[in-house]
């Protein structure tokens, strides 16, 4: 029997959270430029659409989505729907960081990033599930961290809400292997963006990078299921 082709990206529609900066807005370049439609979602509205001024007005929308709010999730959902008809794929990339040393226990930091990097993307995976089931070939992509894989000082509220997420990525594949759901954890390390420039060596990955490999994910066929994806810096390469 032939192998399955590629999947084309012609009238996929795909949702992209936290994608007006960082790995999320190179991930929105890299889709548009393959030809996806878009639902970009973000907590600055304004910061979105000065970001994808440039991009096809109409194979992108613009909503915004605020991984703090319980009801956004649905709101952005339904949006998407109305504007789209379908929902294709998931790219659940909106997060935090924090650094702090082990003993530093705050009860209110651990909330917030259980919220925004695991309850948010479960919310959002779960009110788009019964639509990514539907077409048959539903991606969910969860942009994680070197952090979901293994702990470094500084790291341990940050690691346990990315280790907790490679478990949220599993599951809607677990559970929905026959209905075409295909997830992937993406775990770079440091990479070249605003929120971890602080921390970075000289040594780190491009957003680009992260695109790329994000958008060789959608175009797998069903039978080609890719659970992980670590991606190491040139500095990083030896301590996996």
């Not at 992937?184 to 990078?209: K, L, Q, R, W």
């Not at 490999?213 to 890719?226: F, G, K, M, Y």
């Amino acid at each position: 029997m032939p192998e399955p082709s590629i999947m084309s990206p012609q009238n996929r529609v795909v949702m992209i959270s936290g994608a007006n900066r960082g790995i999320g807005l190179a991930i929105a370049r890299r889709l548009h430029a393959d030809g996806y439609r878009l639902s970009l979602g973000a907590r600055r509205i304004d910061a979105l659409q000065t970001a994808v001024a440039s991009f096809e007005d109409k194979r992108v929308l613009c909503c915004p989505y605020d991984a703090e709010l319980n009801d956004d999730s649905d709101r952005w959902i339904t949006e998407t729907l109305e504007h789209y008809g379908a929902i294709d794929a998931l790219v659940n990339n909106a997060g935090i960081l924090a650094v702090h040393d082990f003993g530093d226990y705050n009860e209110d930091r651990l909330d917030r990033l259980l919220t925004v990097n695991l309850k948010a993307p479960y919310r959002l995976t779960a009110a788009a599930l019964p639509h990514l089931k539907r077409c048959g070939h539903g991606r969910i992509v969860n942009i994680n961290s070197r952090s979901g894989l293994r702990v470094t000082p500084g790291s341990t509220d940050y690691s346990i809400s990315k280790f907790a997420n490679r478990a949220l990525t599993h599951a809607p594949r677990v559970e929905e292997w026959e209905n075409g759901i295909r997830t992937t954890a993406i775990c770079p390390g440091n990479t070249d963006t605003d929120m971890v420039a602080p921390f970075n060596p000289a040594s780190v990955t491009h957003p680009d990078t992260v695109a790329a490999i994000v958008s060789l994910v959608l175009t797998l066929p069903n039978n080609a299921s890719v659970p992980l994806v670590p991606i190491c810096s040139e500095m990083e390469a030896g301590i996996w």
